[in-house]
């Protein structure tokens, strides 16, 4: 299935909603030509919504040989009214525009609202609207401000609705959205994490034949499940490389050597490099140099893993020829969608890896979205600590630490970071928060009660967040209990601190992370 982007945030939400309807969906932007779309043997084909009125200078048009194609179609918001002018119905500008949840009146049920109700409510953004439905066409709702707000062509198989079913607000969205997929195009629920593995693991085995292959994991949950698949598609070919730079949280290092091997059989490396990281960034306190230095450190680390791989594989007469990432959906769309040989991204969860590799790469989840990534991930049993990780940097601790980072500084902030990890997930907030920094402030001292005596310590702060995508995020709002929990054990079990304290800055301004 494919969703033709017209330029609004919408595209990838109607890709995930598609997705969770189990039918696989991918993105291509509207500058594709028909042929090229068509090209891709789409089994259906939606039209987002778009900022652009269709009568603006350069408004993105649809051409109409796209209706000739015998795909079915579906327009939502500006690509409903795109479709409609396209065919021959009226657009224009009735004075009434609507935004948000509208009241929308269905007049026939047809296939798209059949078993919706008659009067619903529906998520609109539109100062345009369908007048008249092109010939053909049954209109199937009505609002205030859309005199049709639903159209189809049952025969041609063509659909669509002025508001927004892929958002949640939409009373009856995602029934909307399967009405389509199953009965307009006659799809069926098939595209399952296991169906995924099966093919992927068919897809790697194919791209990499017998050659040997590395993966650098971090302990994310992006790089395991890569790693996964391509232990499950090719075993033993696959070494992978876990750099321990010590900046990692309490047991982490750990779950990968113990749980993720036991649960994947993979070739595992570990370069326990923490005193060389250390060494480092002995005396800095800069976060800009911080992050440079681990990221030199990390690279070196991993080429001389990486030629050791090299050198003994090549003693035994085999070629090192891949090198596996974990790359998203989410970044290939943002890169501009483009498929065959990509480069290495610079903002990689293990740190940035050198541009001049000369592997190919090997990208089995290019065609998921994180929460399909920890689907596939339960499928092949990784353990449900890794699966359900939030977003760690890449830098891990080390720019956590307001200050120098120092074996002390660490520990100290391992042991606040597990108590306050352990007390979100008893709460069962975990879901709730994107991520909860515990961040240390090695430099700064108050003083504080505790026993019998004056204490001179260090504050910690909690940075619960809760965003959709890491580019912006607004503070958490943990319940008070939780927060009193969380502060008593700190105080009372981390001798070296003696505030708690909680960031309420939501991003922007702030950074999620403080460094
Ligand atoms: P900021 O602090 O920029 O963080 O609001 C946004 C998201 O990115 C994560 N982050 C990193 N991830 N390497 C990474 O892999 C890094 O150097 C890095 N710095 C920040 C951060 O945890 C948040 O999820």
Redesign the pocket.
């Given at each position: 299935m494919l969703v033709v982007d017209f330029g609004a945030q919408y595209a990838q939400l109607i890709a995930r909603r598609v997705r969770e309807a189990k039918v696989y969906s991918e993105i291509v932007p509207h500058t594709a030509t028909v042929d090229e779309m068509l090209a891709k043997d789409p089994a259906a084909i939606i039209l987002s919504g778009g900022p652009s009125s269709v009568y603006a200078e350069g408004a993105p048009a649809v051409d109409p040989k796209l209706f000739d194609a015998g795909v079915p179609v579906m327009g939502i918001c500006y690509g409903f009214q795109a479709m409609a002018q396209a065919l021959g119905g009226d657009v224009a500008r009735t004075g009434l525009s609507e935004f948000g949840g509208t009241d929308v009146d269905v007049c026939a049920a047809g296939v798209l609202l059949a078993g919706t109700p008659a009067h619903q409510t529906a998520w609109m953004s539109h100062g345009d609207a369908v007048q008249a439905a092109p010939p053909g066409f049954e209109v199937l709702a009505t609002s205030a401000g859309a005199p049709v707000a639903a159209f189809e062509d049952r025969a041609r198989r063509l659909y669509g609705v002025q508001w927004h079913p892929e958002v949640k607000h939409s009373e009856h969205g995602q029934t909307v959205l399967e009405h389509f997929l199953y009965d307009g195009a006659g799809l069926a629920p098939d595209w399952t994490p296991g169906n995924v593995v099966a093919e992927q693991v068919e897809a790697i085995r194919a791209q990499i034949g017998d050659a040997r292959v590395i993966c650098a994991l971090?302990g994310?949950v992006d790089s395991a499940v890569a790693a996964a698949l391509v232990q499950k598609a090719v075993g033993d070919q696959l070494t992978c490389v876990h750099v321990d730079h010590g900046l990692m949280r309490a047991g982490e290092v750990e779950q990968i050597e113990r749980d993720f091997v036991a649960a994947t059989g993979v070739n595992l490396v570990i370069r326990h490099e923490k005193e060389r990281f250390l060494a480092a960034l002995a005396g800095v306190t800069d976060p800009e140099q911080k992050?440079k230095i681990i990221?030199r450190e990390f690279i070196r680390v991993f080429e001389d893993a990486q030629r050791d791989i090299v050198a003994e594989a090549g003693a035994h007469g085999e070629e090192v020829k891949f090198l596996v990432q974990g790359t998203l959906y989410p970044d290939v769309v943002e890169s501009g969608g483009g498929e065959g040989a990509a480069n290495i991204k610079s903002?990689?969860?293990?740190?940035g890896l050198p541009d001049d590799l000369t592997f190919s790469l090997v990208e089995p989840l290019r065609t998921l979205f994180k929460d399909e990534v920890r689907a596939v991930g339960r499928e092949l049993g990784v353990p449900e600590e890794i699966v359900s990780r939030q977003?760690?940097?890449?830098?891990g601790l080390g720019?956590r630490i307001v200050g120098e980072v120092t074996e002390h500084n660490l520990e100290i902030l391992r042991r606040a970071d597990a108590i306050a990890r352990e007390e979100l997930t008893r709460a069962g907030l975990d879901g709730e928060i994107?991520?909860c920094?515990v961040v240390l402030l090695a430099d700064v001292r108050s003083v504080g009660v505790q026993g019998d005596g004056r204490t001179y310590g260090h504050p910690i702060v909690l940075r619960p967040v809760s965003?959709e995508d890491?580019?912006t995020?607004d503070w958490t709002r943990l319940p008070y209990d939780v927060l009193s929990v969380i502060s008593t054990r700190i105080t009372n079990e981390v001798r070296e601190i003696n505030r708690v304290t909680l960031d309420v800055t939501s991003?922007p301004p702030?950074?999620?992370?403080?460094e």
């Open positions: 971090s994310g992050r990221g903002h990689h969860n293990v740190g977003p760690f940097p890449g830098p720019i994107w991520q920094p965003s890491a580019m995020a991003k702030g950074t999620i992370e403080w």
